[in-house]
């Protein structure tokens, strides 16, 4: 996910509020080492990217209260936006556009593939006992009213995916389809969607626009335990739908760095970001982006599981980054208020 992130439509996200890939409004992407405005000043400030996941209005919000704390606690000026797609971002990140990421478990495989990020943390979340858990699962989800039981039962249905390179949207309900029909996804269902998120794609099912769709566990709530509504989600939607299999377990998401950024630059970032997942307000924030319940350090190596998974799915996951429509570049991303500058 993004539940990570969990990491989330068509392409058509809020103008104004998007990046495309490798363009866009905005300062653009100096190289640190290309002479220019100091990065983490007014002129280039840090850009934090939010993975498209959920609602954009909503991610950008709550973004740009996380980066005007981060840039009151490093003196930093930051600047928050939503890009176009999954695809975008890593585009994006790569292109030196982007500097730190909030981003899905397959797109940090792809990022370090492509040797553009070095990851900082991966989030934590309390699972539906309570305990703190560096992995989740994906869903699939049925309207109870469709007569729909098991995973078979979906043959020759509609089916919604999140995005192309979600790991709990399509890599590992991909996976699932495989390795329990021994069929793939293009064939097993009459038709396949990309919703764009993880709350679209259970609003699809609900609205019946598709017998089935995959997303993070559970996307319709914002908790887990306490059972509470994500936004956006109707009032009966536990009682209308039903999940039928279940895919996973799956690392979470997390934060990457660009990795050609700073080390100066980088460190306060680092320590920026986890010391305000330490706070009240931290801990809020991050539960409202994206239900992480903390986060810890972890090393490339912590996201082996995704890529090994693509590769039983028989899935390139560049290729089918590659694939993905990239919307015409908008107005410059959303900004958190500039902080006074080093």
Not at 174 to 185: A, D, G, H, N
Not at 282 to 293: A, E, I, S
């Amino acid at each position: 996910m993004v539940s990570a992130l969990r990491g989330p439509l068509g392409w058509a996200l809020a103008a104004g509020l998007v990046i495309a890939a490798c363009g866009g409004g905005g300062t653009g992407g100096a190289s640190p080492t290309a002479a220019g405005p100091k990065l983490g000043s007014a002129e280039r400030p840090i850009h934090l990217a939010i993975t498209p996941s959920a609602e954009v209005q909503r991610l950008t919000a709550t973004g740009n209260v996380i980066a005007a704390a981060l840039g009151k606690s490093t003196g930093l000026s930051w600047k928050v936006s939503v890009p176009t797609s999954y695809a975008a971002q890593i585009d994006a990140i790569c292109a030196g556009q982007v500097d730190v990421a909030f981003i899905a478990p397959l797109q940090m495989t792809l990022a370090l593939d492509k040797g553009c990020v070095t990851p900082i943390a991966a989030a934590l979340r309390k699972d539906a006992q309570g305990n703190l858990t560096t992995t989740y699962e994906s869903q699939i989800l049925v309207r109870n009213d469709s007569g729909i039981k098991t995973l078979a039962d979906l043959k020759g249905k509609k089916f919604a995916f999140t995005d192309a390179i979600s790991a709990s949207g399509y890599l590992f309900p991909s996976l699932l389809v495989k390795q329990k029909t021994s069929q793939e996804p293009k064939t097993f269902f009459a038709s396949t969607i990309f919703a764009g998120g993880h709350p679209q794609s259970a609003l699809a099912v609900y609205n019946k626009q598709v017998d089935g769709g995959a997303m993070f566990i559970d996307a319709r709530v914002k908790d887990l335990q306490t059972k509470e509504l994500a936004a956006g989600m109707p009032a009966d939607i536990l009682q209308v739908t039903n999940v039928i299999d279940k895919a996973g377990p799956i690392p979470n998401d997390g934060i990457a760095i660009r990795k050609d950024v700073p080390t100066d630059v980088a460190g306060q970032i680092k320590k920026a970001l986890l010391d305000y997942g330490t706070t009240d307000d931290g801990k809020k924030n991050y539960k409202d982006l994206f239900g992480w319940d903390g986060m810890q350090e972890v090393q490339a190596s912590f996201f082996d599981p995704v890529r090994d998974a693509a590769k039983l799915a028989g899935i390139d996951v560049a290729a089918e980054a590659a694939k993905t429509p990239r919307p015409p570049a908008t107005a410059a991303p959303a900004t958190a208020t500039p902080t006074k500058s080093p």
